[in-house]
């Protein structure tokens, strides 16, 4: 009997069960069980460690101003599950989400018996965005690698028009490795036998194995067009200006100065697609799509007296863009931030780098099994950096308490994990 939606949310969260298990054997299994729909399709492929999201955001609206059919998978999702794939930028529906959620724990049930293993809840998704692509008559499907690369269940792919290499820098250790070269070998586990490849400004070490594998793969390496004319009366909360050679001025509508690299990779790589074959990108769609483009809670301002900020920095790159992006422009001001973490990530780190612009942090536990409890964040704030800190039992609390706190001029920055962000911004919402 096909599943109803909460049916099936309920049944992919009990598939976190089987754990986060890099490989691509059990997805190769469950893409043979449902007709390797992935084997129909085109694709761009993006990794890296920051601005993934972001290059997808503004490469998926330029290619859909293109008069293209475009696909997206990426997570986490902000709020509702099933934004996680969508075609458009609209998501799927509850109704075909639950439909193909049956479809695949049918596959999964018969892998069981077949004993091969029960696939994992992202194994399941990537399938499920692979036969929604293929019912949507995608003419091209970017996928956000999960994590890593090399044994990210995205790279079950074959090929594809275009692998993206956003920023590289340290995060996952655990399991990606310790140094910027062990990590950067997993993300480029994506570049195929001679296949187009995109990257950006990287560390030394990180671009030495780009081009090494690269050169292994017979793969052509392109490096982004840098953005020129960026001046400091181009860049606010409301938007930002820049130009590209051959192109002229552009405009994006996304806040913070690190995204206007993020457009430049995804206009570089338009311009690729386009000389692949994809005549419809010209300049006014590349224009077009980047104005359109919405990416929220990467340093969005969701209000403005007092000014709050929501971002989903979470790694030492994130936080390090989100401090450069605070401090050019709120320098002489103190802020409060709200602080929600996963226990795993170097939040040391994160304090250390806003412990100067505190005024308070205001802590909460983010809705996650891997969250660091509030109450253990705020005791290491005080212990170690002296910041005055307050425990909120909910995310609904810690938006009423900042609000309280902070005057008209003041400026509030929740930060720490994506797993909140999306969340607490609607409480903020609910409260203006």
């Given at each position: 009997m096909p599943m109803n939606y909460e049916e099936a949310i309920a049944y992919l969260k009990e598939t976190n069960s089987y754990g986060m298990v890099l490989g691509l054997e059990r997805i190769t299994n469950l893409l043979h069980y449902v007709g390797n729909p992935h084997k129909k399709l085109k694709f761009v492929h993006v990794a890296g460690?920051?601005?993934k999201g972001s290059t997808v955001a503004f490469l998926s609206s330029i290619l859909k101003a293109s008069s293209l059919r475009v696909g997206v998978y990426s997570s986490p999702a902000l709020l509702d599950y099933n934004e996680i794939i969508k075609v458009n930028n609209e998501s799927i529906s509850k109704a075909d989400l639950a439909q193909l959620t049956s479809v695949l724990k049918a596959a999964c049930d018969q892998m069981v018996k077949d004993g091969l293993g029960h696939p994992t809840e992202f194994e399941i998704t990537t399938a499920m965005s692979f036969l929604y692509f293929l019912s949507q008559d995608c003419d091209i499907c970017i996928l956000e690698v999960g994590?890593?690369?090399l044994l990210d269940s995205t790279n079950v792919i074959e090929s594809c028009e275009l692998a993206i290499l956003t920023s590289i820098s340290f995060d996952h250790v655990r399991v990606l490795g310790n140094t910027l070269t062990e990590i950067a070998l997993h993300k480029c586990g994506i570049i195929k036998e001679g296949i187009d490849v995109l990257t950006c400004d990287q560390e030394d070490e990180v671009m030495d194995v780009i081009e090494e594998s690269a050169r292994n793969k017979k793969a052509r390496l392109h490096n982004s067009e840098l953005p020129v004319g960026m001046k400091a009366d181009c860049i606010s909360l409301d938007g930002q200006t820049f130009t590209m050679n051959?192109?002229?001025t552009l405009k994006i509508n996304l806040a913070g100065d690190y995204q206007i690299y993020n457009a430049a990779l995804a206009v570089t790589a338009a311009h690729i697609l386009k000389n692949k074959g994809y005549k419809s990108i010209t300049a006014e769609t590349v224009r077009q799509g980047l104005i359109e483009c919405r990416w929220p809670c990467r340093f969005e301002c969701i209000n403005k007296e007092p000014i709050v900020i929501v971002d989903g920095g979470h790694n030492a790159k994130g936080i390090d863009v989100l401090v450069s992006s605070l401090y050019k422009h709120f320098k002489d001001k103190k802020l409060i931030f709200i602080m929600g973490v996963m226990a795993d990530?170097?939040?040391?780190?994160?304090?250390?780098k806003v412990s100067k612009l505190a005024k308070e942090i205001i802590c909460v536990t983010a809705p996650n099994k891997r969250a660091l409890s509030?109450?253990?964040?705020?005791?290491?704030?005080?212990?170690?950096?002296?910041?005055k800190t307050e425990v909120a039992e909910s995310l609904k609390e810690a938006a009423s308490l900042s609000l309280k706190k902070a005057e008209k001029n003041d400026v509030i920055v929740a930060f720490g994990s994506l797993y909140y962000v999306g969340l607490i911004k609607e409480e903020f919402l609910g409260i203006f």
């Open positions: 460690t920051n601005g994590l890593g690369g051959g192109i002229g990530k170097d939040y040391q780190y994160m304090i250390n509030a109450s253990d964040l705020s005791k290491f704030i005080s212990e170690n950096y002296g910041i």
